[in-house]
Nanobody
Framework: QVQLEESGGGLVQPGGSLRVSCAVSGSGFSTYIYSWHRQTPGKQREFVASINGGAGTNYADSVKGRFTTSRDIPKNTVYLQMNSLKPEDTAVYYC???????????????WGRGTQVTVSS
């Protein structure tokens, strides 16, 4: 079992950059698949990016080339670096951890509480 805590959200101007972090507590950090999702009021939560145990990454088309996810194993932390931010990137950003069995069988895994990112001038 793991617990996730996001941080680093805030207000940024269009075209700016922001890095959000997901601190992971519990054992087996490198055995999980981590993903980032975002949600705006009245809309479904949508996938943004993921990083697996082998550090392979995957991105939504809407953020490809602008966002990068990475992990720091000694710090048990996952990052989402967001560049060239647009107003439509405004959302609450959530971190998620799934074991490989969770991922294979479609189980929800673990979620953090989210951090607000607002892109506005």
């Amino acid at each position: 079992q793991v617990q996730l805590e996001e941080s680093g959200g805030g207000l940024v101007q269009p075209g700016g950059s922001l890095r959000v972090s997901c601190a992971v507590s519990g054992s087996g950090f490198s055995t999980y698949i981590y993903s980032w999702h975002r949600q705006t009021p009245g809309k479904q939560r949508e996938f943004v990016a993921s990083i697996n145990g082998g550090a392979g990454t995957n991105y939504a088309d809407s953020v490809k080339g602008r966002f990068t996810t990475s992990r720091d194993i000694p710090k048990n932390t996952v990052y989402l670096q967001m560049n060239s931010l647009k107003p439509e990137d405004t959302a609450v950003y959530y971190c998620r951890a799934q074991s490989y069995d969770d991922y294979r069988w479609g189980r929800t895994g673990y979620w953090g509480r989210g951090t607000q990112v607002t892109v506005s001038s």
